[in-house]
């Protein structure tokens, strides 16, 4: 695992031992989809890309793919909601087929990538 990718890992394993992730998730403003009205009233499918352990979609109705290459990890620290599909994927190399999303969501994640144009690109792609 690369020195960022354990960073980002250590970070939330340390947090879930502090704070219990659902906690987290009812309590911090940032994880609430009523505060992202554009999104929370989205029609469609929608890839949530580097959505760490939990997606800014959690409790919405909308129809969601999150991604996150550290996944298989984060499952271990936290609970997920039903309504949206977890998977373990890189964002410069994702597993869909071209257009099959009618939105993208990345936030903060741009900057973790090693080829953010290639990141770019596929988001390109998928929507």
């Known amino acids: 695992m690369e020195n960022k990718a354990k960073f980002e890992?250590?970070?939330w394993v340390n947090l879930s031992k502090s704070i219990d992730l659902n906690t987290l998730r009812s309590i911090e403003d940032t994880w609430k989809i009523?505060?992202?009205p554009e999104?929370?009233?989205?029609k469609g499918k929608g890839l949530d890309l580097g959505s760490g352990p939990l997606s800014v979609f959690e409790g919405s109705k909308n129809n969601i793919i999150a991604v996150d290459p550290l996944m298989?990890?984060?499952n271990k620290i936290c609970e997920k909601s039903s309504n949206i599909k977890y998977l373990k994927a890189d964002g410069e190399n994702l597993p869909f087929k071209d257009k099959e999303f009618d939105?993208?969501?990345c936030c903060n994640v741009i900057d973790?990538?090693?080829n953010p144009e290639k990141m770019v690109n596929e988001?390109?792609?998928l929507a």
Request: charged fraction near 40%.
């Open 34 to 36: 009523d505060n992202f």
């Open 103 to 105: 939105y993208v969501y």
């Open 9 to 11: 890992l250590e970070f």
């Open 39 to 42: 999104l929370r009233d989205r």
């Open 123 to 125: 988001m390109k792609r």
């Open 112 to 114: 973790h990538t090693p």
């Open 72 to 74: 298989d990890e984060y």
